[in-house]
């Protein structure tokens, strides 16, 4: 049983897709033009089946969710609504999993409530410390919303480009018309700053006391494994990493069956750990 509702949080709408009975996981999206939280999770929802209460909500400035008046985005934004999200819904402790941007939140959100965030999986992650801006993520951010810019942001993110096809180019592309104006105000020029606004602190990941599954591709150009994943073996106290071979940015999508199999394992082994 999937529903779409809107959740008022702290006075402003989030749109949240959820699905499932069991114990909470709270799903982040990434940063891409165009992306939600259905069209992050939707597919890796249904797969986990309904032993798991998944929650995935749009974030602010992405999908049917508006950055609140007189806000901008960034990553304590989207850690003080996906909190608020939570306590909205009544739900005291659940796990988090962010791809890309919402592994940051992920880790953020960890580190500001240690007494409700159980497990944390950032997968392709930002976040870690002296990350910097690359090319790629850089040229996905400013990905014109049209077919040609579609195309092209989708085949950054994958290593193998037989999976972007024609219809996951007209979809993305018309996800990328829909959210356009909100977006526009997200992650305008000169970008290396929004990098560092997602970048968290050694201390604040000192900081996570919850245990944390690292997944990364190998390939990944926009958040590359050397600079994104590596570094933070250093800095959180309970973490392992787990690296697909032949993987771009998107292992759910590249590596659906492994992935799903990963994370229902890890999120499902027993919490006394």
Same mark, same amino acid.
């Given at each position: 049983?999937?529903?779409?509702?809107?959740?008022?949080?702290?006075?402003?709408?989030?749109?949240?897709?959820?699905?499932?009975?069991?114990?909470?996981?709270?799903?982040?999206?990434?940063?891409?033009?165009?992306?939600?939280?259905?069209?992050?999770?939707?597919?890796?929802?249904?797969?986990?089946?309904?032993?798991?209460?998944?929650?995935?909500?749009?974030?602010?400035?992405?999908?049917?969710?508006?950055?609140?008046?007189?806000?901008?985005?960034?990553?304590?934004?989207?850690?003080?609504?996906?909190?608020?999200?939570?306590?909205?819904?009544?739900?005291?402790?659940?796990?988090?999993?962010?791809?890309?941007?919402?592994? @940051?939140? #992920?880790? *953020?959100? +960890?580190?500001?409530? /240690?007494?409700?965030?159980? $497990?944390? =999986?950032?997968?392709? &992650?930002?976040?870690?410390?002296?990350?910097?801006?690359?090319?790629?993520?850089?040229?996905?951010?400013?990905?014109?919303?049209?077919?040609?810019?579609?195309?092209?942001?989708?085949?950054?993110?994958?290593?193998?480009?037989?999976?972007?096809?024609?219809?996951?180019?007209?979809?993305?592309?018309?996800?990328?018309? @829909?959210? #356009?104006? *909100?977006? +526009?105000?997200?992650? /305008?020029?000169?970008?290396? $700053?929004? =990098?560092?606004?997602? &970048?968290?602190?050694?201390?604040?990941?000192?900081?996570?006391?919850?245990?944390?599954?690292?997944?990364?591709?190998?390939?990944?150009?926009?958040?590359?494994?050397?600079?994104?994943?590596?570094?933070?073996?250093?800095?959180?106290?309970?973490?392992?990493?787990?690296?697909?071979?032949?993987?771009?940015?998107?292992? @759910?999508?590249?590596?659906?069956?492994?992935?799903?199999?990963?994370?229902?394992?890890?999120?499902?082994?027993?919490?006394?750990?």
């Amino acid at each position: 049983m999937t529903t779409l509702r809107t959740v008022t949080v702290d006075g402003f709408p989030v749109h949240v897709l959820a699905s499932g009975t069991g114990p909470a996981v709270l799903m982040l999206h990434g940063s891409g033009p165009g992306t939600t939280g259905s069209g992050a999770w939707a597919a890796t929802a249904q797969a986990l089946g309904t032993a798991l209460h998944l929650v995935a909500p749009d974030q602010a400035g992405f999908g049917r969710t508006p950055v609140p008046a007189g806000a901008r985005g960034g990553l304590r934004l989207w850690t003080e609504q996906a909190a608020g999200l939570m306590d909205a819904l009544g739900i005291d402790h659940y796990a988090v999993v962010g791809h890309s941007m919402g592994g @940051a939140v #992920a880790l *953020a959100l +960890a580190a500001a409530r /240690p007494q409700q965030v159980t $497990r944390v =999986v950032a997968v392709a &992650t930002m976040g870690a410390p002296g990350a910097p801006l690359s090319a790629e993520l850089d040229a996905l951010w400013a990905a014109p919303a049209s077919p040609v810019g579609a195309r092209d942001m989708l085949s950054r993110l994958v290593l193998d480009q037989a999976l972007v096809t024609d219809s996951a180019v007209e979809a993305r592309a018309a996800a990328m018309r @829909a959210g #356009a104006a *909100a977006y +526009a105000s997200l992650f /305008p020029p000169p970008r290396a $700053r929004w =990098v560092n606004d997602l &970048t968290l602190s050694a201390s604040t990941l000192a900081a996570i006391r919850a245990p944390v599954l690292l997944v990364h591709g190998a390939e990944d150009r926009v958040t590359p494994l050397e600079t994104a994943a590596l570094p933070l073996l250093g800095h959180l106290a309970d973490v392992r990493l787990h690296v697909f071979g032949r993987c771009g940015h998107v292992p @759910a999508i590249e590596h659906p069956h492994e992935f799903r199999e990963l994370l229902s394992c890890f999120l499902r082994r027993d919490h006394s750990h």
